[in-house]
C-alpha cells in the first residue's frame, strides 16, 4: 500500500528556516516525480515544487531561491528545506506522487507550517 | 502560467440531483491533461479523474469527466452524502496549476 507521511511543520518566526520531510512507503521515492503542494488557511491548492527522476527540479515562482526539494534514497524520504520564511508560507504542505509529473495520484496529510513572530 | 477559472464558486443541490462542474484554462491545455480532485474538510484532496476522462483507481462510476482545450467538466450523476466536498481541476500540460475550487454543499 502507498503512504506518505509528512513532518517537521511547526511555528517558526519571519525570516527562519524549516524543514519538512515526507517518509514513503509502498514504492520508491528514487523513480518517481515526487511533490510539495500547499494549502493556506481557508485558501485553494498551490503547486511548491517537484523533483525528477535525475534530481532534476521546478519551483513555483513564489519560492524560487528560498525552497530547496530533496530526497534521500536509502531512507526512501522526500524533503523541502525552507528558508527565509514569511507570513505568507503558512499553509499546510502536502506532499504527493506526481504519475509520469502528471496527475497528483497520491497525497500524504499534509504538516502545518505557520509563520509568525 | 495557464489559469485556471472554476465555477460556479458554490454548487448547492440535494442528494440525488446532478451535479454539473466546470473549469476554464486561460490557454489550451493540450493532450488533454487536465485532473479532478476532491477534498474533504481536515483531509487531503483525493485524485478522481485525470487526462480529463479518466477515473482514477476506485473512483466510483458517478464521477465523469469531459472537455478538451479549455473548457473541462466534472459531472456527478446522482449526489450521494459523502460527494459533498470541494473540488479542484488542475492541469499539466505545462507546469502545474489548480483552480480556486468549487464547493459542492447540501441545499
Known amino acids: 500500500e502507498v503512504q506518505l507521511v509528512e513532518s517537521g511543520g511547526g511555528l517558526v518566526q519571519p525570516g527562519g528556516s524549516l524543514r519538512l520531510s515526507c517518509a514513503a512507503s509502498g514504492f520508491t521515492v528514487s523513480t518517481n516525480y515526487m511533490t510539495w503542494v500547499r494549502q493556506a488557511p481557508g485558501k485553494g491548492l498551490e503547486f511548491v515544487s517537484i523533483i525528477y527522476s535525475g534530481d532534476y527540479t521546478s519551483y513555483a515562482d513564489s519560492v524560487k531561491g528560498r525552497f530547496t526539494i530533496s530526497r534521500d534514497n536509502s531512507k526512501n524520504t522526500l524533503y523541502l528545506q525552507m528558508n527565509s520564511l514569511t507570513a505568507e508560507d503558512t499553509a499546510v504542505y502536502y506532499c504527493?506522487?506526481?504519475?509520469?509529473?502528471?496527475?497528483?495520484?497520491?497525497w500524504g496529510r499534509g504538516t502545518l507550517v505557520i509563520v509568525s513572530s | 502560467e495557464i489559469v485556471l477559472t472554476q465555477s460556479p464558486g458554490t454548487l448547492s443541490l440535494s442528494p440525488g440531483e446532478r451535479a454539473t462542474l466546470s473549469c476554464s484554462a486561460s490557454q489550451s491545455v493540450s493532450s488533454s491533461y487536465l485532473a479532478w480532485y476532491q477534498q474533504k474538510p481536515g483531509q487531503a484532496p483525493r485524485l478522481l479523474i485525470y487526462d480529463a476522462s479518466t477515473r482514477a483507481t476506485g473512483i466510483p462510476d458517478r464521477f465523469s469527466g469531459s472537455g478538451s482545450g479549455t473548457n473541462f467538466t466534472l459531472t456527478i450523476s446522482r449526489l450521494e452524502p459523502e460527494d459533498f466536498a470541494v473540488y479542484y481541476c488542475?492541469?499539466?500540460?505545462?507546469?502545474?496549476?489548480f483552480g480556486q475550487g468549487t464547493k459542492v454543499d447540501i441545499k
Open positions: 504527493t506522487r506526481a504519475v509520469g509529473g502528471n496527475q497528483f495520484d497520491h
Open positions: 488542475q492541469q499539466y500540460t505545462s507546469s502545474w496549476t
